[in-house]
């Protein structure tokens, strides 16, 4: 079993940057690979970024690529997604996610999720 709570969220104008937090408990964070995804509102969950269970590899959704960086901490069970140059289209709530294998997925292979933090960018 995983819990995952994020934090970081908020509003920020366009151009803006925010660090989002995933804190996870449980013995098996170092094994599995960590996902981020987003909801816009009236919109279906998508993938935004992914990395290893090692932090050796990681996997960005093109609409990020270049904006934004994931990264883990496995002494502190945590996962961050630096976003930069944010704009009004990446408004929704961000989902950290934990898969079950070691490597990143972009698909079907999360199993525990946490409750989202809400990312507002303005115009």
């Known amino acids: 079993q995983v819990q995952l709570v994020e934090s970081g969220g908020g509003l920020v104008q366009a151009g803006g940057s925010l660090r989002l937090s995933c804190a996870a408990s449980?013995?098996?964070?170092?094994?599995?690979?960590m996902g981020w995804f987003r909801q816009a509102p009236g919109k279906e969950r998508e993938f935004v970024a992914g990395i290893t269970a090692t932090g050796s590899s990681t996997l960005y959704a093109d609409f990020l690529k270049g904006r934004s960086t994931i990264s883990r901490d496995n002494t502190k069970n945590a996962v961050y997604l630096q976003m930069n140059s944010l704009k009004p289209e990446d408004t929704a709530v961000y989902y950290c996610?934990?898969?079950?294998?070691?490597?990143?997925?972009?698909?079907?292979?999360?199993?525990?999720w946490g409750q989202g933090t809400q990312v507002t960018v303005s115009s």
């Open positions: 996610a934990a898969s079950r294998y070691r490597w990143v997925d972009s698909g079907d292979a999360y199993e525990y």
């Open positions: 449980g013995r098996t964070f170092s094994s599995r690979g």
